[in-house]
């Protein structure tokens, strides 16, 4: 539809569907076509002169781009993207592009950059009464990476700040994730018990919104505490599950290790 919209040359129907599709790109992981549909709601958007809707369409080729691994072209979007929403005054949009900017940096395994890139974004959202959502998922992130250089307590803190925005809001697949890095707070910090709940819950959250990858994500998480507590049988149950839904969200057993073991 984005396409044929280009096509016929209905730019403001244009960048407004491929805009809305973003959520899907994400859930699915299906990046190209997120890649494309955005680049031609940049087009779009400088067709209307629209700074808006080319700030978003930047915004999300940056994030697909970062999701992809093509990280310089990535942070060169997200840049102009924050600039062109501080030019237009919109300051929770600026925050969520310069807090993308921090996975950028979390990618080139630079974690003291990633945290400040987020602290800023959060304070921008924090000083300007930004919305719940925003602000749930930069403390989401300052969590994260508290947790990878080590302060524990700032990270435990900062997810539980975050998931009670999200569930406040009703933001599930964000909730998915708080869930997956509770797990993965505890399990580091000497908690099986603790890590396994959280992975299930994880789990069932992840099924409500039809998520595969982060299905097979907290099932391999999961097989990892168990076979630390020497569970080897139930360990192998939950391998196997895991790498039949990573087959199917189009992702390999490597990366759902990666993304479960970020600091190795």
């Avoid at 940049?42 to 930047?58: C, P």
């Avoid at 994030?63 to 300051?91: C, K, M, P, W, Y």
């Avoid at 990476?145 to 406040?168: I, S, W």
């Avoid at 189009?250 to 759902?256: A, F, H, P, Y």
Wanted: hydrophobic fraction near 45%.
């Amino acid at each position: 539809m984005a396409r044929w919209l280009a096509v016929w040359g209905l730019p403001e129907h244009m960048w407004r569907i491929a805009i809305y599709q973003k959520g899907y790109f994400l859930l699915r992981w299906r990046l190209e076509e997120y890649i494309h549909s955005h680049v031609l709601a940049l087009a779009a958007g400088r067709v209307l002169d629209n700074k808006y809707a080319q700030g978003r369409a930047l915004h999300g080729i940056g994030v697909a781009q970062s999701q992809s691994g093509q990280l310089d072209d990535a942070e060169q979007h997200l840049r102009s993207a924050a600039e062109l929403f501080h030019t237009i005054g919109d300051n929770g949009l600026e925050a969520a592009a310069l807090a993308d900017l921090g996975l950028i940096h979390e990618a080139r395994k630079d974690y003291r950059a990633a945290l400040t890139a987020y602290d800023h974004a959060l304070a921008i959202i924090e000083s300007t009464d930004g919305d719940v959502r925003n602000r749930g998922v930069m403390r989401l992130n300052s969590g994260w990476f508290r947790h990878l250089l080590g302060d524990h307590a700032g990270a435990l803190a900062q997810y539980q700040n975050a998931m009670a925005d999200l569930m406040a809001v009703g933001e599930v697949r964000g909730q998915v994730i708080v869930w997956g890095n509770l797990a993965m707070l505890c399990r580091d910090t000497g908690e099986p018990a603790a890590a396994l709940g959280h992975f299930g819950q994880q789990h069932r959250a992840s099924l409500e919104i039809g998520d595969e990858y982060f299905q097979a994500q907290s099932l391999m998480g999961s097989a990892l505490v168990l076979e630390s507590l020497g569970r080897t049988a139930e360990a192998r149950s939950f391998r196997e599950r895991s790498l039949v839904l990573a087959r199917k969200a189009g992702t390999s057993e490597k990366e759902v290790l990666a993304n479960l073991n970020p600091a190795d």
